[in-house]
């Protein structure tokens, strides 16, 4: 009973202060912020506030469609005015921000389409500027909205597998998004989070992982879960515990990211985090919370319930200068328990026992590299043909770098294999990575890339930059790489087009590239044109198609089309017909 009666004072003084600090922000220029819906419908989520995506937090909330289909009406949640509206192929797709009085900023994704007027702005916009993709801030009183005022309809534009609404709710003078389930934007929850399994990782005494070991955990009811044993044996003088698990919310099959995990040792937390609000420089640091080796090879999801040593992230408490990994003494139990909640407070917790094996302790195998680098230390790493730039904040822990390269030059590539590997990791900044090149013409150096090799059907390309006697490109992980010559034109291939498109409301392609782009300097770019004039294509990065719907001015009779595409290496190809309308 003491114990209920701490847990829920605890949940009443944390609401208390994080409600006390959203009274705060809303009463600035003396103006509650008291936010409708943007739908109409009941609110059902496919995604949570910070839940884990594969690069980044989620900075928002995904909101279903009525009926799984586009064209739901987005009404804007308070009265303000519109401060930005994005227009891309991918992310956010089609965008509107509306900054509100109280300094908070509603961010509305993924529209199929925008109301009038805004609509009417962004095409005189594209035409004015030739281009699809747009990032517009109109002046504070050009586009002022009222509450309710219906924004658009409910699409799948940009990076979306499915018709829903993404928003957010910022903070307009620090852009950080918040919780907006702090709003009243509640669905209905009355299910605890889902414990999927624990992982212990075994480090030396000096902190070096070197190996670890996954065990399934199974409910007992009531948010209860346990392992199969509840001693953990462990190999080690110190060990790290992983958390691998999810929530979910009633009336939705979809699994969503936890708020909170506590883990204490022996009854006292020496781990916490909690994701109520963030800024986007910390999303990106996803890759310090994760462990990326997992979710590269199966695309688990455990989470760190230890902080590596250059983490960034501002989400955790308690934790003062503690890591959190745990040393084990001979013959000695520690008892561990792990509680994650979701918003509403709902619970789950596992408990178990890890000790130190007393016979014997493993030895690590021998790590197999040529070079140590420390966080907060530059590093230039020259090896033959390659040389790495690490800056002093490029990496997130203690890194044992093995740069090789193979023997010899494989066609099609004109340089060795860059091997930098040593397990599976992201890089916490970008690294510059600088190949050697030899008896490579003027023309074709102009077109030659630093590519990914083996990580899939096609290679990846970072680009690449003249640098006196190499290629220069920056990198984000671990890989084998190569220089390559790209002379191939982007391919440009018909959906619907014909030579009459007579009752035709639009003309669509599919544009596509040898390579994949690893980075959005060097992706396709495209210029449409009916009789020489440019037009509007919208581009759907995920389908790889760009469409023109026809304007109603356009003049019966023949028509010419002309697409002209371009790789990041301004490789050419060029679509040309006539056609009826």
Not at 220 to 231: E, I, P, Q
Not at 326 to 333: N, P, T, V, W
Not at 438 to 461: A, F, H, M, Q, Y
């Amino acid at each position: 009973i003491y114990l209920m009666k701490l847990k829920c004072i605890y949940h009443i003084l944390w609401s208390y202060f994080f409600l006390t600090i959203l009274s705060n922000f809303a009463l600035q220029g003396q103006t509650v912020f008291n936010p409708r819906s943007p739908i109409n419908h009941p609110i059902l989520l496919s995604g949570s506030f910070g839940e884990l995506r594969a690069t980044h937090f989620h900075a928002g909330i995904d909101i279903k469609s009525k009926n799984g289909v586009a064209g739901d009406p987005i009404y804007s949640i308070e009265e303000g005015y519109v401060s930005r509206i994005v227009v891309r192929a991918d992310g956010y797709g089609n965008a509107i921000y509306v900054s509100h009085p109280g300094s908070f900023t509603s961010v509305y994704g993924h529209f199929e389409e925008f109301s009038s007027p805004f609509s009417d702005f962004v095409k005189q916009t594209q035409y004015k500027l030739k281009s699809f993709e747009l990032e517009i801030e109109p002046e504070p009183g050009q586009f002022p909205v009222t509450k309710g005022q219906l924004l658009g309809k409910m699409g799948n534009s940009g990076t979306s597998f499915g018709p829903h609404l993404h928003f957010e709710i910022r903070n307009t003078k620090t852009d950080r998004p918040i919780n907006p389930l702090f709003y009243g934007f509640r669905p209905p929850d009355k299910r605890p989070p889902v414990i999927s399994g624990i992982k212990i990782t075994q480090f030396t005494t000096d902190s070096i992982e070197y190996s670890s070991q996954k065990f399934s955990a199974s409910s007992n009811g009531n948010g209860k879960y346990k392992l199969k044993a509840d001693t953990l044996i462990v190999d080690a003088e110190k060990i790290g515990i992983e958390f691998n698990g999810y929530d979910q919310m009633d009336g939705v099959y979809n699994k969503h990211g936890i708020v909170e995990l506590i883990m204490k040792i022996n009854g006292e937390i020496v781990y916490q985090y909690r994701v109520d609000s963030f800024s986007f420089e910390e999303a990106r640091h996803i890759y310090a919370h994760v462990n990326y080796t997992s979710f590269f090879q199966d695309k688990s999801k455990y989470q760190h319930c230890y902080i590596l040593p250059a983490d960034p992230l501002k989400i955790y408490r308690n934790s003062g200068e503690k890591s959190a990994l745990i040393s084990l003494k001979k013959y000695e139990k520690q008892l561990i328990e792990i509680i994650v909640r979701d918003f509403n407070n709902n619970e789950s917790n596992i408990r178990f026992w890890v000790k130190r094996n007393s016979k014997t302790i493993a030895k690590p195998s021998p790590l197999i590299y040529n070079y140590i680098l420390d966080p907060g230390k530059p590093a230039l790493v020259n090896d033959q043909s390659a040389i790495l730039y690490f800056s002093d904040s490029a990496i997130y822990s203690r890194m044992f770098l093995h740069l090789t390269q193979s023997n010899s030059i494989e066609k099609p590539y004109k340089s060795p294999f860059i091997f930098i590997n040593n397990g599976f990791k992201i890089f916490k900044e970008k690294v510059d990575l600088f190949i050697k090149y030899d008896s490579l013409s003027p023309e074709k150096l102009l077109k030659t890339v630093v590519v990914e090799c083996g990580s899939g059907s096609r290679l990846n390309s970072y680009g690449g930059d003249i640098f006196d006697t190499y290629i220069h490109a920056k990198i984000n992980r671990f890989g084998t790489y190569a220089l390559f010559v790209d002379t191939i034109p982007p391919e440009i291939k018909s959906k619907n087009f014909k030579s009459d498109m007579t009752g035709q409301q639009s003309v669509s392609f599919i544009i596509d590239d040898n390579l994949e782009s690893e980075n959005r300097s060097n992706e396709l770019r495209y210029y449409g044109y009916i009789d020489d004039q440019w037009v509007l294509f919208e581009y759907d990065k995920k389908s790889k198609t760009i469409t023109h719907h026809f304007e109603k001015i356009l003049d019966k009779g023949t028509h010419t089309l002309k697409i002209e595409l371009r790789d990041g290496k301004n490789n050419l190809k060029v679509f040309k017909d006539k056609f009826i309308k």
